[in-house]
């Protein structure tokens, strides 16, 4: 059974900084490529930052310049750094992997992030 474990999430007051973390087990991680999407109460998911298994990065343009997604393959571990949050940043935080052959996905349970004063 796929696994992805999110953790790092947590109340921050605006301007600060969180690093989230997407262990993943069962999976050969360097053919994924791995991404962060968000979900904001009474709104859609949406994509925040994705890597492919090359390194490729994008992010959303709300969130350029204020949060890095990285990846440690050794670790099968995704990363995104989040600095400068903003209040508008306050959603639950899903990774997300996929197969880069099957296409096939898998998601963690999410993790929240809470920006306010």
């Known amino acids: 059974q796929v696994q992805l474990v999110e953790s790092g999430g947590g109340l921050v007051q605006p301007g600060g900084s969180l690093r989230l973390s997407c262990a993943a087990s069962?999976?050969?991680?360097?053919?994924?490529?791995m991404g962060w999407y968000r979900q904001a109460p009474g709104k859609q998911r949406e994509l925040v930052a994705a890597?492919?298994?090359?390194?490729?990065?994008n992010y959303a343009d709300s969130v350029k310049g204020r949060f890095t997604i990285s990846r440690d393959n050794a670790k099968n571990t995704v990363y995104l750094q989040m600095n400068s949050l903003k209040p508008e940043d306050t959603a639950v935080y899903y990774c997300n992997a996929i197969n880069m052959y099957s296409k096939r996905d898998y998601w963690g349970q999410g993790t929240q992030v809470t920006v306010s004063s």
């Open positions: 890597i492919q298994n090359g390194g490729r990065t």
């Open positions: 069962k999976i050969i991680f360097s053919i994924y490529d």
